[in-house]
């Protein structure tokens, strides 16, 4: 079956980085776009971006442009998120989604992974 | 602010239909058929519960059905179930660089 693990929590200082990676199995790995999108404690779904597994292309939100770099592993089927110059405001859980659609650009996110928190604090 | 407008929470007693509307622009909402609706439950990652405005994935209850007019999509939840409690999100594609946007969420209680 299609599954996303994700890496552990971490803690992580405000101004540093955190990089995130997401293991796939159970399909093609470079045939779906990889997307990730976070939750701060409390809060909604806010979409950072997406990669293309097959060419290493990326979309990222306006908002996270400049500190977020997705890059992928495509021997191991893994996609990573770095998030850089990490503030406070910056906890919160970390998911990667698969598209649903195999090689669309569709933006309909199933299945999710696990989801990894992030913790920043001094 | 979320891009997309929910109503923060909904409720409804066993049995019964609720209706979730999420309102945007034609920007978003309005101009594409890319809407899509999550559930999530308390601690659990989000599931993918409709797709194109009304399509629903493999195994999601048909009790579970989309619409969309306008600006405004809607998610609407026949014969209530206790396990349908939960937090629904609506999502668009949106023209704007951001690509995809999210409605704040709504939470629904089963009474």
């Known amino acids: 079956q299609v599954q996303l693990v994700q890496s552990g929590a971490e803690v992580k200082k405000p101004g540093a980085s955190v990089k995130v990676s997401c293991k796939a199995s159970?399909?093609?790995?470079?045939?779906?776009?990889m997307h990730w999108v976070r939750q701060a404690p409390g809060q909604g779904l806010e979409w950072m971006g997406r990669?293309?597994?097959?060419?290493?292309?990326?979309n990222y939100a306006q908002k996270f442009q400049g500190r977020v770099t997705m890059t992928r592993d495509t021997s191991i089927s893994t996609a990573y998120m770095e998030l850089s110059r990490l503030r406070s405001d910056d906890t919160a859980v970390y998911y990667c989604?698969?598209?649903?659609?195999?090689?669309?650009?569709?933006?309909?996110?199933?299945?999710w992974g696990q989801g990894t928190l992030v913790t920043v604090s001094s | 602010q979320s891009a997309l407008t929910q109503p923060a929470s909904v409720s409804g007693s066993p049995g019964q239909s609720i209706t979730i509307s999420c309102t945007g622009t034609?920007?978003?909402?309005?101009?594409?058929?890319?809407v899509s609706w999550y559930q999530q439950h308390p601690g659990k990652a989000p599931k993918l519960m409709i797709y194109?405005?009304?399509n629903r994935p493999s195994g999601v209850p048909d009790r579970f059905s989309g619409s969309k007019s306008g600006n405004t999509a809607s998610l609407t939840i026949s014969g209530l179930q206790a396990e349908d409690e939960a937090d629904y999100y609506c999502?668009?594609?949106?023209?704007?660089?951001?690509?995809?946007?999210f409605g704040g969420g709504t939470k629904l209680t089963v009474l």
């Open positions: 989604a698969r598209d649903l659609v195999a090689a669309g650009q569709l933006n309909w996110f199933d299945p």
């Open positions: 159970g399909y093609t790995f470079t045939g779906y776009y």
């Open positions: 990669i293309n597994p097959n060419s290493g292309g990326t």
């Open positions: 034609s920007s978003d909402v309005g101009g594409y058929n890319y």
């Open positions: 194109e405005v009304s």
């Open positions: 999502s668009s594609y949106t023209s704007s660089s951001t690509l995809v946007v």
